[in-house]
C-alpha cells in the first residue's frame, strides 16, 4: 500500500543544519502549492539587495517601485511571483488571506488599491520540486516545519526569521539558531 499523501501546503520550511553549501542555508520558505505533482515555494528571507524598481520595468505605484525585491528561489530567477495579503482575501490560494499571485498587471493593481491593510512581498525566482522530491527530502529530514502565519510571512526583519522561528520552537532548535554561519568560528 503506497504512502499516504499529506500537503505541507501552507507550511513554512526551515533548513533543519543540513543544507549548508545550498541556496536553501538557513532558508525559510513558504510553501505554496503542494501536491502529488509536485511543490512550489517562495523564500521568505533572501532579500535581492534591489528594490522592486530598480529591476522591474513597468508602470506602477511608485509604493511599489520601493518594495524590497526578495529572490524567491533558484528556479527561473526571472520569474516574477508576489504574496498578497489582507485582512479579508475571498479567493485566497495559500491560507486564510494570503494569495500568491504571478502576473505582473495583477500586481500593478495591486499597487493602484487603496487598502489600509494589504502587504504584498515580491519575488524574483521560485522553489521548485517535482513529485516526490519535497517528500523524500523530508524523509531524509533535510527541513522542519512550522506553521506559516501572515505575521511571519511579512516579517520586517526578514533576515532574521531563520533565528526567531527556531527559538520559538524550544531549545533544541535554539541551539541551531546559535551556531555560527561559518563552523571554523566555533
Given amino acids: 500500500m503506497p504512502d499516504s499523501f499529506t500537503s505541507l501546503k501552507g507550511q513554512l520550511l526551515l533548513d533543519g543544519g543540513k543544507l549548508r553549501g545550498s541556496f536553501f542555508h538557513r532558508a525559510v520558505v513558504l510553501v505554496c502549492q503542494h501536491d502529488p505533482e509536485g511543490a512550489f515555494g517562495l523564500v521568505l528571507n533572501r532579500s535581492s539587495g534591489n528594490e522592486v524598481g530598480e529591476v522591474i520595468v513597468a508602470d506602477m505605484a511608485d509604493s511599489l517601485k520601493k518594495l524590497q525585491l526578495y529572490l524567491g ?25 494570503l494569495n500568491v499571485g504571478h502576473s505582473l498587471d495583477d500586481l500593478v493593481e495591486l499597487g ?35 506553521p506559516a ?38
Fill in 73 to 97: 528561489g533558484p528556479v527561473q530567477p526571472q520569474a516574477l511571483s508576489f504574496l498578497h495579503a489582507d485582512s479579508f482575501l475571498l479567493n485566497s490560494n495559500v491560507m486564510p488571506n
Fill in 112 to 146: 493602484q488599491g487603496f487598502s489600509s491593510t494589504q502587504q504584498l512581498r515580491i519575488f524574483a525566482g521560485y522553489a521548485g520540486w517535482s513529485p516526490g522530491q519535497l517528500d523524500d527530502e523530508m524523509k531524509r529530514e533535510a527541513w522542519l516545519t512550522h
Fill in 149 to 186: 502565519s501572515i505575521e511571519l510571512v511579512f516579517s520586517t526583519d526578514a533576515g532574521e526569521l531563520w533565528k526567531t522561528i527556531l527559538r520559538q520552537k524550544g531549545w533544541k532548535y535554539r541551539l541551531l539558531s546559535e551556531t555560527p554561519e561559518d563552523l571554523s568560528w566555533n
